[in-house]
């Protein structure tokens, strides 16, 4: 047990830095939180700042799922991974840096993926980009990739540590995307390209 103690905390720790939000600070000169959704996720980053802070906010919260995972499976194994993983995850959504109110877990989610099976990782990523250009909507293939995760992943005959994860993940990723499925069932939902505004107080 004393062996998950370093990386659960390091990997909330790591998570818990807050690129989206550091990305509209210095490349937009705006606080994140008070535009659009008042989500620090990349997401919101691209619909309000545009291409380039939104794809700097999105590496950077892929990078910090990945590098943990990639690190931590490297030394001391999967099961200890996916654990890591999951705890960068829950920083990234929780973060401590900024009173625990972050964004939603997919672009961190999909590092700790990628670090693990990639395969899973590249199914899902071409999914998530085939369901947007369709539908113009991020939170859509959002909710449609963390419903394919555990199915995929089942399919591939992956780890039963990592599939247990892939529930849970799936599972959490929906459930931070609840105010975009009731605004999904309504027929409010935002798209890409649609102008956002500044976040009433």
């Given at each position: 047990?004393?062996?998950?103690?370093?990386?659960i905390?390091?990997?909330?720790?790591?998570?818990?830095?807050?690129?989206?939000?550091?990305?509209?600070?210095?490349?937009?000169?705006?606080?994140?939180?008070?535009?659009?959704?008042?989500?620090?996720?990349?997401t919101?980053?691209?619909?309000?700042?545009?291409?380039?802070?939104?794809i700097?906010?999105?590496?950077?919260?892929?990078l910090?799922?990945f590098?943990?995972?990639?690190?931590?499976?490297?030394?001391?194994?999967?099961?200890?991974?996916?654990v890591?993983?999951?705890?960068?995850?829950i920083?990234?959504?929780?973060?401590?840096?900024?009173?625990?109110?972050?964004?939603?877990?997919v672009a961190?989610?999909?590092?700790?993926?990628?670090a693990?099976?990639?395969?899973?990782?590249?199914?899902?990523?071409?999914?998530?980009?085939?369901?947007?250009?369709?539908?113009?909507?991020?939170?859509?293939?959002?909710?449609s990739?963390?419903?394919?995760?555990?199915?995929?992943?089942?399919?591939?005959?992956?780890?039963?540590?990592?599939?247990?994860?892939?529930?849970?993940?799936?599972?959490f990723?929906?459930?931070?995307?609840?105010?975009?499925?009731?605004?999904?069932?309504?027929?409010?939902?935002?798209?890409?390209?649609?102008?956002?505004?500044?976040?009433?107080?």
């Open positions: 047990m004393s062996n998950y103690i370093l990386p905390i390091l990997g909330y720790l790591f998570g818990s830095i807050p690129f989206s939000f550091l990305s509209a600070k210095y490349l937009g000169k705006i606080d994140i939180r008070n535009y659009g959704s008042g989500n620090s996720g990349a919101n980053v691209l619909r309000t700042l545009g291409k380039k802070a939104g700097v906010a999105f590496i950077g919260d892929f910090k799922g590098i943990v995972v990639a690190v931590v499976n490297s030394t001391l194994g999967l099961d200890i991974a996916v890591s993983g999951a705890f960068t995850v920083g990234h959504c929780y973060p401590v840096f900024l009173k625990f109110k972050g964004g939603k877990g961190t989610a999909g590092g700790t993926i990628f693990l099976y990639p395969l899973v990782g590249f199914i899902l990523l071409i999914s998530l980009v085939i369901i947007v250009m369709i539908s113009r909507m991020v939170s859509l293939g959002s909710i990739v963390a419903f394919l995760l555990p199915i995929i992943s089942l399919l591939l005959n992956t780890d039963k540590s990592f599939l247990i994860y892939s529930i849970i993940m799936g599972l990723v929906i459930y931070k995307h609840k105010a975009n499925i009731s605004r999904l069932l309504k027929g409010t939902e935002s798209k890409l390209g649609s102008t956002t505004v500044k976040k009433n107080p």
